[in-house]
T-cell receptor
């Protein structure tokens, strides 16, 4: 079945550092790909999405490009802030089935 | 008011007790979901419902049941709670079909501890 594998955390970075969180997927067909973020004490919320190959999703300085050739959707941000500290989930949506989530990567940004 | 409201937010109970977690949404969406979050395991789907008359098992439905009382309400029950059901539970909702089907709006979560 469909699955998502994302890098394990936790990831600890200094403020203004570059962030990459890797995400690869396995799917039949042509899925849509998502990054959700969970801030402390809150539910998940959509960060960005891409619905077809070569699409780039972006929001709040975060970007991810849907790479069909490498089955990847890595999350990047050029300069992280303390307020970016959260758990990040990569997810896959295919057809009419519910989203499949990765295990999440905890990011801590220190000043 | 929040778009998706979960009650209770925190609950401590004992093994063997029946527990109900409730979820209501004001988004007007047809689709509703229950997920469970455990450290290191991410989010796993328990049950989902695409409309009032539709109930589907997810990845980890054993030991759980659900009821879709109305478009806006979707409750999760643990008939006889056990300690390994200690987790953070999330309810979510989405629009039916198209690009909105996978844009989920989550509640703030219900933390359940089974002693």
């Amino acid at each position: 079945g469909d699955s998502v594998t994302q890098m394990e955390g936790p990831v600890t970075l200094s403020e203004e550092a570059f962030l990459t969180i890797n995400c690869t997927y396995t799917a039949t067909g042509y899925p849509s790909l998502f990054w959700y973020v969970q801030y402390p004490g809150e539910g998940l919320q959509l960060l960005l999405k891409a619905t077809k190959a070569d699409d780039k999703g972006s929001n709040k300085g975060f970007e991810a490009t849907y790479r069909k050739e490498t089955t990847s959707f890595h999350l990047e941000k050029g300069s992280v802030q303390v307020s970016d500290s959260a758990v990040y989930f990569c997810a896959l949506g295919s057809g009419n089935t519910p989203l499949v989530f990765g295990k999440g990567t905890r990011l801590s940004v220190i000043a | 008011d929040a778009d998706v409201t979960q009650t209770p937010r925190n609950r401590i109970t004992k093994t063997g007790k029946r527990i109900m977690l409730e979820c209501s949404q004001t988004k007007g969406h047809d689709r509703m979901y229950w997920y469970r979050q455990d450290p290191g395991l991410g989010l796993r789907l328990i049950y989902y419902s695409f409309d009032v008359k539709d109930i589907n098992k997810g990845e980890i439905s054993d030991g759980y049941s659900v009821s879709r009382q109305a478009q806006a309400k979707f409750s999760l029950s643990l008939e006889s709670a056990i300690p390994n059901q200690t987790a953070l539970y999330f309810c979510a909702t989405s629009r039916p079909g198209g690009s909105g089907a996978n844009v989920l709006t989550f509640g703030a979560g219900s933390r359940l501890t089974v002693l």
